[in-house]
């Protein structure tokens, strides 16, 4: 079956690039998601099959997201 999980992502530890493999100066934080899993029984796994940002072009975060 599927699941949506709400939940918060930290980006702290990556490093974000451009196609051409050029370092880009994204912000780090922590913003809450909802990541929309489904179970897979061939494998056993959970897998993600889609994660989306609670927060506005404004940076606000989205009326009724998990506060991190």
Do not use: H
């Amino acid at each position: 079956g599927n699941v949506d999980v709400y939940g918060c992502s930290s980006n702290a530890d990556t490093e974000t690039v451009d196609p051409d493999g050029n370092r880009l100066d994204t912000p780090k934080g922590t913003s809450p998601g909802v990541f929309s899993v489904y179970f897979a029984p061939s494998s056993g796994t959970w897998l993600i099959y889609n994660f989306k940002t609670l927060v506005n072009r404004d940076g606000t975060v989205v009326e009724g997201a998990p506060q991190c």
